[in-house]
Every structure is written in structure tokens, then in C-alpha cells.
């Protein structure tokens, strides 16, 4: 009789965050926030037939609602989400990716007014979905690696 | 195409057709077409940072048209100085005029304004970002010397880092295929940011650092100021500035039709032997400022259509 080794061990109950373009998982946990939320599975580089390399996330015994993970739209567009209960996929959904982020970035150039006034930041989304690069709304400069710049 | 109630706040905000509507409406005020249509409209200039061409063009387009301009010039006399926030300043202005045109250091200052502005917002700097009327009226000043915009050879001189100035100007033209040439000291060149966006757009440009590595004329060279305050080194200063002046023998390689622009103040860039030439038509483009921010004002006051 064998086995079936796992890299990542099946979980019975909470949230698994499929295909992430490597090498973001750790930025994927900082933005769900969840690091001191219970026990975290974090797997990085498993061989993927559909991207090459991919990473991911397990949070144990929490149901993530998609306007959480929907914050996961920048470094994670591709991923995944698997809702888990009972050992079991109770829900499987893709990472909405909006055209535009209210709110979810913050605008590096210090002389901008989102830096200045206290008003939400609004980027737009250009460029290729898998690897996007965001405009401010309002001082009009482009940023290329915009994971990086979630709140 | 719909102006009214439009806010300028970009050159980024208007697709090709808008601009040249834009381009033909500043030159039919200039012909005389729709004078004194902004009979008692009041115009609100709020300048946070000190410009005296921009502001004295607004004034002057205002009330040669027929209206009236309140306002400050200087961020000190402003409630700004209190520490009101500008979203509350603007919602305050809005209730006293039918415009407001405004000047900030801080960058989307002027995209801010125009979401609690309840009348349109013109632009008229926001820090290094945008300077929308300007990039009209040099628009509008390549049209009525060439009768087009489009299928021009173009050169940008100078400070291509920071000034703004040539960035809107370069995307613009780009909208109507021109062939640009940016011309500059490896340390000023244009940025990365507006080249991938001038990319982006399949603009056809080359970098070059001095005239004298141009292989054809020129139809406009358009000189922008290198600042003194860009370099930590005088001497290099001057080398570089130095290395940057237009003079008459310059039109050897420029082409002897090539006309020479400037969005001014001038210092030692272009030389004043240049200023009587037909070359020179900086005067007349500084000049244009004022029919191009009637027919802007009268488009989006809805008094020009």
C-alpha cells in the first residue's frame, strides 16, 4: 500500500489560496493580515502545469470573504480561493480584479495630495492583467510593482 | 463634443478629436469670433504658488471677454495659511464664481478640486505634474504656424527631466504622429515614466544630446530652461547650460524655416539676437495664451459651443 505524500497537508476546515504567482506568498499574508490568526501553511515554488511556479497559502479554521481576498487582486491575480469545511471544497472562486483601488494603495510620491490631504487614494489598473502596473488618479504617476503598495 | 461643466485638469483627460475641436475654438476667439461672450462671468484665480504670466494671461482673458476675476496670488493671504484644507477652500470658492482656475504645489491638487468644485476646474499647475492650458496654447501656436498638427518634425531642447511642460506637449503630439526629437544632457533626459507612456502610445521619438547630431531639419525646436537650482555644481551648470543655447548659427543644422518656441520666462537659452526673426515665435505663442483660455473658459461655461 502507498501513501500519498503531501508537501502541504490537507486542511479540514478554513481557506486555501491556490496558484500564486511565486514569489508572493509571503506578501499575500500580509495583506489578508492573518499572520497571527491561527496556524498558517505557507508552501512556495511548487512546480505548476498552468504558471510554471506557484505558491500557497492555507489559513486554518477561517472562512476569508471575498472582499477580503478581492485585496489580493495585485499580487495574486491568478490565485485561487477554496473555501474548506469538513475537509471538503465548499466554495471554489477566482480573485476579482477590478479596473480601479479605492483605498487599497498608498500613493509613494510624498508630494502628492493623497499624502497631503487626508482623502482616500484611487489608482487605476493598466497594463496586462497578470502583471499590472497602476496609475494615481490624481498625481498621474505610474507604478510598476503595485503588491507593494497595499495599506 | 460636450464642455460644459468640464473641469481641465489633465491633458491626459482629451482623446484626439477633443483637441483639435479645442485647437479650432482658440483660434476662432483669436479671429475674433465670440467676443465679450463671458459678460458677467466671475472667474476665481487661485494661485497657492507664485505665477505671474499664467495668472495675468487668466485675468486678462477674463476681462477682455467681458468678465470678472476674483482671487489671490500668493498662499499667504489664503485661508490655506490657517490650515483650511483645500477640499474646504474649494467648496467655500465654488458658491462665490462660475470657474475657478487654480495653481498648487502639490501634485493632483488640481484633480482634488475638481471633485468638490461644484463649477468647472482649469488647471493651472499642479507641482511637477500638469499644465494643461499651456500644452493647448503651444497647440494652438503650432497650428496657426503650420496649418496642422499633424506630420511635424519636432525637437525638445534642455531640461526634459522636470519640466512638464514638454512631457504633456510630447504625449499631445504624439496623438498626431509626429516625429520627436528629445534633445538634452544625459542628466536631464526625458524620464523613464513618459517614455514607456509615449511607448505606450507607438510614439516615434530618438534621444540625441546635442543639435549638431541631428541627420534632418526641424520644423519646430521647441527650448525649455535648464534651472540652475537641478545641478549641485555651478561650473557644471554653466558647462551644461552653456552647451545649450540657440543662437543664429544654430539654423545651420535646424533648417532655416525651423521655428523656435519657448514656454518662457527665457534667460540665456535663446539668444535676443534671434527675437526679430521670423524663427522666433515665442512672443506670439506667450500671446496665444489668452484666446486659448477664452475658448477653454467659454467651452466649458457653455458660452462657446
Redesign the interface.
Known sequence: MTTKAHKVYAIENGTVIDHIPSPNALKVVKILGVHQEGILTVGMNFKSKKQGRKDIVKVENLKLTAAVTDRLALVAPTATINIIEGGKVTEKRPIKVPLEFKGLLRCP?P????N????PTHFKREGELTKPTVR???????YKDPGDLVI | MEMLGRSIV?I?DFPKEEIQTIVQKSLEVKAGKWSGVLKDKVLATLFFEPSTRTRLSFESAMVSMGGQTIGFADANVSSAKKGE???DTIRTVTGYCDAIVMRH?????A??ASEVATVPVINAG?????HPTQTFLDLVTIQEEFGRLSNLRIGMLGDLKYGRTVHSLAKALSLFGAQQVFISPPSLRMPG?TQ??LKQVGADYEEIEDISELTQELDVLYVTRIQKERFADFQEYERVAGAYTINRSAFEVLGEKCRVMHPLPRVDEISTELDETENAIYFRQAHNGIPTRQALLGLVLGVIQ
Open positions: 510620491n508630494n502628492c495630495i493623497t497631503v490631504e487626508e482623502i494615481c488618479r490624481y498625481c498621474e504617476r505610474i | 489633465s491626459r484644507s483645500l477640499a504645489p502639490v501634485e493632483g491638487a484633480r482634488l499642479d507641482g511637477a505634474n500638469q515614466y514607456e507612456q
